[in-house]
């Protein structure tokens, strides 16, 4: 990109803001083209800035930037609305999706799968509707945007196709081998049966036994590609739910 160059018009969602001087902001913002980038947005704290109400997290917004090097300037930010403020439970969900892409997503690498799913799992907790379903299909398709795609059909080592009545251990990086494998599965990661990862697959959570088990083979995937860093969202829900 030029010094100068402009992109103009760019659907986006801003994931993060922190202070930056006295009057601007730093926004980590995903954006469907471009990825997720950090913009400098002057001005922005000043009381009469005309971003102050726009530049806001779970808000669709229209922005527009310019210049080269590792963090350019916003140069127009526009609300695009249609869509209700998330609250209560719906609004830890949403920093927990922010988090798991500020923390695995690289920089400038666009994912328009991803981007729409963001949008569609924001969408659905704003309208009040069950967000475990919905976490766990966002959480398979960040992992597949990623390179780290589930395998949840076929035995890892025979390949043969898995069979709901069985019961699996699922090795990270591998996928399901039967839980008979007693020499491969020593040590294995997560137990698990047959049917929940072919409900996986199919996107079919209307099992509760398999958003259960899906939720604990996620976490477990989650926590292995985070290689150790924590999840804040994750521990701030968990206290809030104990309280």
């Keep these: 990109m030029s010094a100068r160059q ?22 980590d913002v995903l954006t469907r083209d471009h990825g997720r980038l950090p913009l400098m947005a002057r001005g922005a704290r000043r009381p009469r800035s005309a971003l102050r109400g726009v530049l806001q997290a779970f808000q669709p917004i229209e922005l527009s930037w310019f210049g080269a090097g590792e963090v350019r300037t916003l140069a127009k930010a526009e609300w695009v609305g249609g869509m209700a403020l998330l ?13 798991l892409l500020l923390k695995l ?7 328009p799968v991803l981007f729409e799913a963001y949008a569609e799992t924001l969408q659905a907790l704003s309208r009040g509707e069950s967000h475990a379903s919905r976490l766990r299909l966002f959480e398979k398709t960040l992992l597949k945007e990623l390179g780290y795609g589930l395998a949840l059909e076929r035995e890892a080592l025979s390949g043969e196709p898995l069979l709901p009545e069985r019961t699996y251990h699922y090795l990270i990086e591998r996928g399901p081998i039967s839980a008979s494998s007693t020499a491969e599965a020593t040590g294995a990661g997560h137990l ?48 809030l739910q104990e309280f």
């Excluded at 402009?6 to 926004?27: F, V």
């Design 6 to 27: 402009r992109i103009d018009g760019q659907l986006a969602w801003i994931l993060h803001s922190y202070p930056y001087s006295e009057t601007s902001l730093i926004l």
């Design 87 to 99: 609250g209560g439970t719906a609004l830890m969900l949403g920093y927990y999706l922010n988090e």
């Design 105 to 111: 997503l690289p920089r400038e690498d666009a994912h």
């Design 192 to 239: 698990i049966r047959g049917k929940t990862l072919l409900d996986l697959a199919a996107d079919d959570y209307s099992d509760a036994r398999t958003l259960s088990e899906g939720k604990a083979l996620m976490r477990m995937l989650i926590n292995h590609h985070l290689a150790g860093q924590p999840l804040q969202s994750r521990r701030v829900f968990m206290e």
